[in-house]
């Protein structure tokens, strides 16, 4: 039995949503808070397009655990602020040096 993932979800419904070929776009998985995954990344785009000429920061990720300030899990904070606060700066600095480069 195959097992389809969360990603595998969301292609699925891009792809049926979508009036677009399925070969002209793609799906990207990577850990935002780690620099050298986004500068790979980065560079993957600046080869494959011809160049980065914007960068738009428009993701973020929100707590799914039903909790008050009362019973804060502080653990959980913090995965979302490190996605959220840290995995935005690491995008836009190596975007940045990416376009400075160019």
Not at 9 to 35: C, G, I, P, Q, R
Not at 55 to 62: K, L, Q, T, V
């Amino acid at each position: 039995m195959k097992q389809t993932g969360i990603h595998d979800v969301a292609k699925m419904k891009l792809a049926k949503y979508s009036n677009v070929d399925e070969n002209k776009w793609f799906l990207l998985v990577l850990e935002w808070t780690d620099e050298e995954q986004v500068a790979a990344m980065i560079e993957w785009t600046a080869m494959t397009y011809g160049g980065l000429d914007v960068m738009f920061s428009n993701a973020g990720i929100i707590s799914g655990l039903p909790q008050t300030a009362l019973d804060l899990d502080l653990s959980e904070y913090d995965r979302v602020m490190r996605v959220n606060a840290r995995g935005m700066v690491v995008c836009v600095k190596q975007s940045a040096r990416k376009m400075v480069e160019m």
